[in-house]
């Protein structure tokens, strides 16, 4: 199994930053990719973006390339997301997601860990 924690979340103003991080452990977590995903209130779940842990391979969804990154330590056993230039559209619940996929999957199914999830609120 695969433990995630989420930490980061809170409220920021439009056109600010915020870093969102998730602490990963168990059994063979390293062979897994790491995901982050949001969900906006009466949305669906989407896919944000994605890491290999080895590799450091990333991929993003189109409406947040540019402005996101994410990243992974390996001596802390973490994956961060930093949010710049945030929009009042990214308010949303962010979930850290582990999966043994390649990072360029995105649907939420395809997933099989998931985090608590950290809310996010970006206002005007």
């Known amino acids: 199994q695969v433990q995630l924690v989420e930490s980061g979340g809170g409220l920021v103003q439009a056109g600010g930053s915020l870093r969102l991080s998730c602490a990963a452990s168990?059994?063979?977590?390293?062979?897994?990719?790491m995901g982050w995903f949001r969900q906006a209130p009466g949305k669906e779940r989407e896919f944000v973006a994605a890491?290999?842990?080895?590799?450091?391979?990333?991929y993003y969804a189109d409406s947040v390339k540019a402005r996101f990154t994410i990243s992974s330590d390996n001596a802390k056993n973490t994956v961060t997301l930093q949010m710049n230039s945030l929009k009042v559209e990214d308010t949303a619940v962010y979930y850290c997601?582990?999966?043994?996929?390649?990072?360029?999957?995105?649907?939420?199914?395809?997933?099989?860990?998931w985090g608590q999830g950290t809310p996010v609120t970006v206002s005007s």
């Open positions: 890491i290999s842990w080895s590799g450091g391979l990333t």
């Open positions: 168990g059994r063979a977590f390293r062979t897994y990719a």
């Open positions: 997601a582990a999966g043994r996929v390649v990072v360029t999957t995105t649907r939420p199914y395809e997933y099989e860990y």
